[in-house]
């Protein structure tokens, strides 16, 4: 769970929205409404720039009685964090509502999901072989596992190399090559568990 929790996180947690709010383009404005009226700025601007409250103007209005009710998240993430997230957020939710589902799948596609995230070096096993004893019979696998020295050179040299396979019944899963019988083993099975294709085409919530 938690090396799911951390793919998700690096395809749309706040930090990484964060990041790509600030690589569109989105900044942050800072100038006082005494600012805009001396520059004649155009009312049409403002709608092009981030407001958010910062925490001492938050302390500021807060009232007797009332208290925030705060996300797990917060205290982890900065204010300016938060608000480009959300503005990442809100930019595709609109889009969603104007240009329709297959849009914002194209939209997320392009600028979230296309990022490669390395899932095969998120994953530490403590014990390799049963538990991919366990993943087979959760894929419903009726053969039996077992690993098998394909082949070997230098044994007896101080550079001896190791091919280990895994197979269930005659199919080879994968395999991999070793210094020793053990570690080539250990490589061979945890090699079963690179996955491809995590994320596939079905509906992706942001």
Not at 159 to 167: K, N
Not at 194 to 204: A, L, N, P, R, T
């Amino acid at each position: 769970m938690s090396v799911h929790n951390a793919a998700v996180d690096s395809l749309m947690g706040v930090d990484t929205l964060y990041e790509i709010g600030k690589s569109w383009g989105i900044t942050v404005d800072v100038s006082s409404k005494l600012d805009k009226h001396l520059a004649e700025e155009n009312e049409f601007l403002k709608y092009g720039k981030l407001r958010y409250m910062k925490d001492f103007e938050k302390e500021k209005i807060k009232e007797t009685g009332v208290e925030e009710l705060s996300s797990t998240s917060a205290g982890q993430y900065s204010r300016e964090a938060e608000a480009y997230a959300s503005a990442v957020r809100s930019i595709i939710g609109g889009l969603y509502t104007h240009s329709g589902e297959e849009t914002v799948a194209k939209f997320i596609n392009d600028h979230i999901l296309s990022r490669k995230i390395p899932l095969d070096q998120m994953f530490q096993f403590s014990k390799p072989s049963a538990e991919l004893v366990r993943l087979c019979d959760k894929l419903g696998f009726t053969q039996p596992i077992s690993i098998r020295l394909i082949a070997e050179t230098g044994r007896a040299s101080s550079h001896p190399q190791f091919l280990t396979g895994v197979f269930v019944g005659t199919e080879k899963l994968g395999e991999a090559v070793g210094s020793s019988l053990n570690e080539s083993k250990t490589r061979a099975v945890i090699n079963n568990y690179k996955f491809e294709g995590i994320i596939g085409s079905g509906d992706v919530a942001i």
